[in-house]
């Protein structure tokens, strides 16, 4: 009889998540939540992505309870986000969790957290208040986080600025905690891990020979002219100097594929490679002399093992990477990306001025911190 009073007073958090970075950043919050006694933890995937999603779930040993297996090739927005939201409703009348977390900018993230503003269950926003202020840069992601900002009961910043992002809107202060971004736990962690690489590509480089360069590009603003400058740039450096090998694991989006199979797609020093796990790809990261990339993921670990991010962006909501001097934002233009890619290449003692600056970030305790917020939250409902 005691069993059962005690097993009823658990709440039970639900966390949905879609695409790989989600689950990379919501991992430690899943971790911390299945060692609490005091939770029931029900995960979700909608898998807005498959392949990636799944490569990444293997890394980190997550099993959802509930896999909707939504992705479509080629899909768009409003039909995925409906999919989202339909399915979204069957599982909350099932499960009636007491509260819902999402992470990040993605249309799962909302419309997972619109489906719980809709049936009245608090969200919990990870990765809360990063802003460009700028609709169509990243697209649809700043949209998408604005909107998660207004309906989350639990904003969890990664920083002092993000919280004054939401603070100008107009987010009641209560709501609001700075925790550190949790990319920082899972990457510590896996950086941890002693490792070498599978790949048999990956095992082939040699790093003190050549310069390895890491990219990866796949925001939808940058599609078609972008990102083909982007690709002809690569051309034009490799064509300049004998010694760089750049190392291009190229994301599934169609878009992406298409573009680089057409600049890059026979080029000996351009390595194009799948998507790499999680694992191959954080110990890629480090061991690179630059990055190229216009993820917002790897602008945030690149600082931690203190290689420059060049930023193939117009804009960036992580701001704290520019001032710290971890990044420079370069955009998508040839001859801009040609002349700062070769500056470090012609001085590469220039990367050495990287090496000590702090990650803006987090410290690796950020799951744990947005757990105990939560268990004091839900201790008052
Ligand atoms: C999505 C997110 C973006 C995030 C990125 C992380 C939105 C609107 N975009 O962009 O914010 O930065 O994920 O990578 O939520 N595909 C596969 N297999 C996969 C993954 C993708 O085949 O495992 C292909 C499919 O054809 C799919 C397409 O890529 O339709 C686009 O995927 P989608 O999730 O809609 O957008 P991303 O560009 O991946
Ligand atoms: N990443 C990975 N394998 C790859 C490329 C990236 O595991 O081949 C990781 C990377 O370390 C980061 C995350 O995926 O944590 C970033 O995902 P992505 O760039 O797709 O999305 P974004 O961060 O821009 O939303």
Redo the contacts with the bound molecule.
Sequence with gaps: MKAIKKKEKRKKVMTVFG???EVIKLAPVIRALEEDKSFKSIVVATA??????DQTLEVFGIKPRIDLNL?????Q?SC?ASRILQSMQNILDAEKPDLLICQG????AFAAGLAAYYNKIPVAHVEAGLRTFDHDHPF??EGNRQLLSVISTLNFCPTQRARENLVKQAVEEKKIFVTGNTVIDSLLWIASKKYSFKSPILKKLNFSREKVVLVTT?R?ENFGISMENTFKAILAIVKKFPDVRFVFPV????NVRKAVNGILGNQERVLLVEPLDYEEFVHLMRRSFLILTDS?GVQEEAPTFGIPVLVLRKVTERAEALEGGNALLIGTKKSDIVDCVSSFLARPERVKDFRNRKNPFGDGKTGQRIKEEIKRFLKKQ
Aim: charged share 30%; aromatic share 0%.
């Design positions: 695409t790989r970075p807005q992505h498959r392949e990636m999603l992705m479509e090739k080629g899909q927005l995925l900018d993605t249309t799962s649809p992601e796949h939808r994301h599934l989006n169609p917002g």
